[in-house]
């Protein structure tokens, strides 16, 4: 159980078709049964059911989620009488919950056309600032005026004398009523009739026309005492609609509390109903539990007193790949465990690797990261974000314990290596030594996912990959021979030929194309191995890379550190530190998480299984979405 997942069974149950609703609420109340479509469908039992039931419960759900996120209600909805809810009651449901949500709809559309005009209004004021320091009537700038030719506009400061020169020679005046920063806005007014003659000026000097907008028809003191009066009033309109929505919250949150349990005890039928099989009054109903809890819903069963036939069986090798994986590892695992499932689910009786990803995780950031006070502020940032972010508290906590051991083993405190004696040595004294020993590191940890694959392959009866595919006994043996040749040099290289010739006539096997092409692939993909052993070997060597990095990096400080004196040096070195800990921690993070996924995952784990998600008489039926228990 501690390096693959949950070992599961297969479960078939025959019922009435009456008696589906209780079997659900049954079920749910278990806690243990994943629902699924058979892989091997009854054909004598061809029909579905329960559609308009779903349709019903999608609806009302939907409805319901919404009324809550608009009301925002926290309102409890655990069942206090666990009872089947019947077709009749999940429509009544649907209706309540259809009329309060379209008021609901009608309040909000009234509170987002209030929440505009307030906001065109904030533009308008915007707009306004511009027209304060003009002491006339607005109107009389929106006028198409006979004779007269007046507009304003926005202009680079720089700009104003030399413009106004130009248009004084055409007869026009240009006077500037308020300047901000590098803009000034001005005034231009001369005859109509030789207004064509000012365009390329006033374009030659970035002028830019303000036009002044229709609510604007008086002078601009009255406006604004007019803007003013609008936005009292919308104010207050809006302040009405709260009072009202707030009302329509109290009214209606026990009916809301009282539908919430009805959906919760009507969601378990919903979902089985997409994976039953009927005919007339019989009912198949099927999925998976974990093979520990089989005493126990047989138990339910019996207490139950209804009328259930239960068939359990172990999972064929065929339905593997369909069988939910469950793991359970400890609550500080957490964390990590998310990471894995950012590349993908581990696949039933495949090895699980939440404590290999873990353990490997923590040793890695420790050598490439090790230093006693900077493992001391990744704790601090564990200690900090307990609170807000507590799925993270034991991240921080084993990077930083790691950081710290491995500051003790470098005699590294807060990148001063001479106050602490090294357990072993610091990694800049001895850099080969480094290199060394991170390559042979790498190439024992892809030993080992070798064989974590091949044992992956048994495990699903996949004979001829645990033989001789790349990451298979064959591929095994090659890497290993590869390795005796580098390092014993009286080791004939002809025992090569063997594992290369294999893996020729695999990549070969498996080809559908014309011998030639069969040939050429083969030589390609083969050739491809290879470099991918060489490759993911070599890149461990950013394990001692980073841990040189951080030595170099503590070096590089107190070189600059050594330029000044008093307050600054001090200042100095602390920015310093703080940069060491934020950026080179959130790289070296990054890096390990990179060598795991790439030079890790990518030789044994698929990501490509389904996780155990159990039927639940959950206290919110949003938890759930209806649809999932469908899988290919």
């Known amino acids: 159980m501690l390096f693959y997942p949950q070992t599961m069974r297969h479960v078939t149950l025959f019922t009435t078709l009456a008696d589906a609703p209780n079997v659900a609420i049954l079920l749910a109340k278990s806690g243990c049964f994943d629902p699924h479509s058979a892989t091997q469908p009854n054909p004598q039992l061809p029909d579905g059911q329960g559609e308009n039931y779903r349709q019903h419960f999608q609806q009302a759900y939907a409805d319901w989620q919404k009324i809550k996120q608009y009301m925002n209600l926290d309102v409890q909805t655990a069942p206090v009488h666990i009872e089947a809810v019947t077709e009749s009651q999940l429509q009544t449901a649907r209706q309540q919950l259809a009329g309060l949500w379209q008021q609901c709809l009608a309040h909000k559309n009234q509170q987002h056309g209030l929440a505009q005009q307030l906001q065109d209004i904030r533009h308008l004021f915007d707009l306004l600032d511009n027209f304060q320091r003009l002491d006339i009537n607005l109107a009389v700038l929106r006028q198409d005026l006979q004779f007269l030719d007046l507009r304003l506009g926005l202009m680079p400061s720089l700009y104003v004398k030399r413009l106004s020169a130009a248009l004084q020679i055409e007869g026009f005046l240009l006077s500037v009523y308020f300047q901000r920063e590098e803009q000034a806005h001005v005034v231009v007014a001369g005859l109509k009739q030789s207004a ?20 604007f028809h008086a002078h601009p003191k009255t406006v604004q005492q007019k803007l003013h009066i609008q936005q009292e009033i919308l104010l207050k309109q809006q302040d009405e609609l709260e009072q009202q929505r707030q009302k329509l919250q109290q009214n209606h949150q026990e009916t809301l509390r009282k539908l919430g349990q009805l959906l919760t005890l009507a969601k378990p039928y919903a979902l089985l109903s997409q994976t039953m099989q009927c005919k007339g009054q019989l009912t198949q109903i099927s999925g998976w539990i974990p093979a520990c809890q089989q005493a126990a819903l047989q138990q339910h069963a019996t207490q139950s007193k209804l009328p259930v036939v239960m068939l359990m069986r172990a999972p064929t090798v065929n339905e593997y790949r369909h069988t939910p994986s469950q793991v359970l590892p400890p609550r500080w695992m957490q964390p990590f465990l998310a990471l894995i499932r950012n590349y993908g689910v581990t696949a039933y009786r495949e ?66 290596e001479h106050w602490l004696p090294a357990l072993w040595l610091s990694p800049i004294s001895q850099p080969l030594l480094m290199l060394e020993l991170a390559l042979a590191g790498g190439a024992g940890f892809i030993v080992l996912l070798n064989l974590i694959s091949i044992y992956n392959y048994l495990m699903n009866k996949q004979w001829q990959a645990a033989l001789f595919s790349a990451t298979g006994l064959v591929g095994l043996s090659l890497y290993l021979i590869l390795w005796a040749v580098l390092w014993l040099e009286s080791l004939a290289g002809g025992w090569l030929l063997l594992p290369l010739g294999l893996l020729l006539l695999y990549h070969g096997w498996h080809s559908d194309r014309p011998w030639a092409e069969r040939l050429l692939v083969s030589v390609i993909e083969t050739y491809d191995v290879i470099i991918a052993l060489f490759s993911h070997t070599l890149s461990f060597l950013r394990v001692a890379a980073f841990a040189l990095n951080h030595s170099a990096l503590a070096i590089a400080l107190f070189a600059l550190a050594d330029l000044t004196d008093g307050a600054t040096h001090a200042l100095v ?22 060598l795991e996924y790439y030079e890790g995952f990518s030789r044994y784990f698929h990501g490509d299984g389904r996780l155990f998600q159990p039927l639940r008489l959950s206290p919110d039926p949003l938890t759930h979405s209806i649809g999932f228990a469908n899988h290919p």
């Open 351 to 416: 090895f699980d690797p939440s404590w290999l990803f873990s353990l490997s995780y923590i040793l890695l950031f420790g050598v490439m990261f090790g230093d006693v006070g900077h493992g001391l502020c990744l704790l601090a940032v564990a200690g900090a974000v307990k609170r807000k972010h507590p799925n993270f508290f034991s991240f921080f906590v084993a990077i930083g314990l790691s950081s710290v051991t491995f500051g003790f083993v470098y005699g590294s405190v807060f990148a001063f």
């Open 573 to 594: 070195l602390v920015l310093g530190n703080v940069f060491i800990v934020v950026l080179e921690g959130a790289i070296v993070a990054i890096q390990v998480l990179r």
């Open 196 to 215: 064509d003659n000012i365009h390329s000026l006033l374009e030659s000097c970035s002028f830019q026309r303000i036009s002044v907008p229709d609510e």
